[in-house]
């Protein structure tokens, strides 16, 4: 995903700021001149952009600084705040409540990803235990029924469509009423796309919307299309009450900075985003974990959902505890990648932590992950226990090296190799020291 560079770059140029022996205007103002030109390379709308610069100046006002605050910290939180408050309209959106009648329409330009989405959006709740059903009220797209019905098909889920009548408001409040007969509390009606933005189809949008009263219209948006996004987003909320947005496709090349700005034109949150074709392909978009993920500053409920599903319970409290501390030796690392081989896909935990993911386990890679971890799990089997129950990387002084690679038939070239992956990553927790790890009840699950 390209906003992971973006992260990189934000990350990036607030460290050169703080490698700047004196943080003043100047420096400051090369610091936000950079994070601008990487959300607008991004594809975020220029005035979102200039907005936010606005506003992080007035924030952060150098001068009022006074000596001993900790100028880094202070900047990295307004930019935090900042991008925080483009993606959280300050309203949440109409949250359906399972076991009541909901009625969910997707809306959105032909080939978003809407059909494919309200698949998701369906398997996603039924998963969890709700009743979804979906209709097809898109008449406009030949094909568009048997897509849907094939997915509802797979998913095992209920759907209503007709091949032969043309008139979408007239299926949509056929499906409607007979899933709401068979007390499905998940409604979810898709209607038809056009190529691009024009009247009819807000027409049509507007009258399927009129005749079905959802409690929800979701704007399904492509991330892919760039600083069109904004224009799009504005469309279809001036036509239809948009009350969410969708952001597909955020898997591929896509810049990804369209759903900032699909955020500010719609007043309405990014409630899931989509990561690929599959069915389950399919993320909770939560702002707060997202920017620190984007900011490398590590995406805590992610995380924590991770260790909760992956790590054996019994396991759980001391890894937390040791997280905390901060002290992460190669026992742990040890332990963690014992973890990650029994999990099956390789990944799913760390790729929530800065550094694990895009480093040692590239996506598409997973096989040479792999390799790569049983082998230095291999190494990892020849050293002592005090070697492994140090969080002081200096003991591994050269002869050890030498003995661990004698020991585990590998190259020393190999040894150092795993040592610097270690420092690496402990690197990366020893930022966790201190921190208040949120435990399940803490954070805002859905
Ligand atoms: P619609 O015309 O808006 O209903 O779009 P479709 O649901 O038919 O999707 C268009 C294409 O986008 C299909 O090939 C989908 O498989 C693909 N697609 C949808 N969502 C995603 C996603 O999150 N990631 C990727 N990679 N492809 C997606």
Not at 108 to 129: I, P, R
Not at 197 to 220: C, G, H, N, W
Not at 402 to 408: K, N, Q, T
Request: aromatic residues 8%; positive net charge.
């Amino acid at each position: 995903m390209v906003l992971a560079q973006l992260g990189g770059t934000i990350t990036r140029a607030i460290q050169q700021m703080s490698n700047a022996t004196i943080i003043d205007e100047k420096v400051l103002n090369e610091c936000l001149n950079e994070i601008n030109r990487a959300l607008l390379n991004a594809d975020v709308q220029f005035q979102l952009v200039r907005n936010m610069q606005n506003n992080i100046k007035r924030i952060v006002n150098i001068d009022d600084l006074a000596a001993g605050h900790n100028k880094r910290r202070i900047i990295q939180q307004a930019i935090f705040n900042e991008l925080c408050n483009m993606l959280d309209p300050g309203k949440p959106s109409f949250t359906p409540k399972k076991g009541k009648t909901s009625v969910i329409m997707f809306v959105g330009l032909q080939g978003s990803g809407k059909t494919t989405t309200c698949t998701k959006y369906a398997y996603y709740h039924q998963k969890k235990g709700w009743k979804p059903a979906l209709v097809c009220a898109d008449t406009f797209r030949a094909g568009a029924f048997d897509q849907l019905k094939q997915n509802a098909t797979k998913a095992k889920i209920p759907f209503y469509g007709s091949y032969t009548e043309s008139d979408p408001v007239k299926i949509a409040v056929e499906g409607v009423d007979t899933f709401k007969k068979e007390n499905c509390d998940l409604i979810i009606v898709d209607t038809s796309g056009r190529h691009k933005q024009e009247a009819a189809l807000f027409e049509e949008m507007r009258q399927v919307s009129e005749a079905t009263k959802p409690d929800l219209i979701v704007f399904v948006m492509d991330s892919s299309i760039g600083q069109a996004a904004f224009d799009q987003a504005q469309a279809f909320k001036q036509s239809v009450p948009v009350g969410a947005v969708i952001v597909t496709k955020m898997d591929g090349h896509a810049k990804g900075g369209g759903a900032l700005s699909a955020v500010a034109a719609t007043k309405s949150p990014v409630i899931f985003i989509g990561t690929g074709e599959h069915m389950d392909e399919f993320e909770v978009f939560d702002v707060k974990p997202f920017v620190s993920r984007l900011l490398g500053m590590g995406d805590w409920s992610g995380f924590m959902d991770k260790i909760h599903e992956v790590v054996p319970k019994d396991q759980q409290p001391e890894l937390l505890q040791k997280l905390s501390e901060g002290n992460f030796t190669l026992r742990i690392m040890y332990e963690q990648f014992q973890n990650i081989l029994k999990m099956g896909p390789i990944g799913q935990v760390f790729s929530m932590l800065p550094g694990f993911s895009s480093e040692l386990m590239p996506k598409g890679q997973e096989k040479e992950s792999q390799a790569k971890i049983k082998r230095y799990m291999t190494m990892m089997d020849s050293m002592t226990n005090e070697e492994l129950d140090s969080s002081n990387p200096k003991i591994m002084n050269d002869s050890r090296i030498m003995r661990i690679a004698r020991g585990s038939g590998r190259q020393v070239r190999e040894v150092m190799e795993m040592l610097e992956e270690y420092k690496r990553l402990a690197k990366i927790w020893s930022k966790m020291k201190g921190l208040k790890i949120p435990t399940r009840g803490d954070m805002n699950m859905r």
